[in-house]
């Protein structure tokens, strides 16, 4: 590999490991944001206390029902296959030395 070669290859890997850490974030914290959702939804359930805090439910219940749609199972997916991604860009930038 000619050094013009391997400046080319470590740029490209720098760059996507930034850009997989960037997404990994976002990603992180949508599914975060999500899982308090549902375990707040879930407690409610479970107390079936609907009544004492009904604003508070209607906005639950809501957003609850919105991540069962398939769109909370996407950024999972998305997730498991970039965690995936970024092990295989690390290893390439590891082989590298950077």
Known sequence: MSPAEKDAA???????????R????????????AGSTLRAFGETLCK???DSNYPHVKEWTERSLALL???????????????????????QAEKLGI
């Open 48 to 50: 079936l206390d609907f």
């Open 10 to 20: 470590i740029l490209r890997i720098v760059k996507d490991r930034a850009e997989a």
């Open 22 to 33: 960037k997404t990994r974030v976002l990603l992180e914290n949508e599914i975060k944001e």
């Open 69 to 91: 749609s398939p769109q909370l199972a996407s950024n999972i997916r998305e997730y498991v296959e970039l965690r995936s991604k970024m092990k295989d860009l690390d290893s």
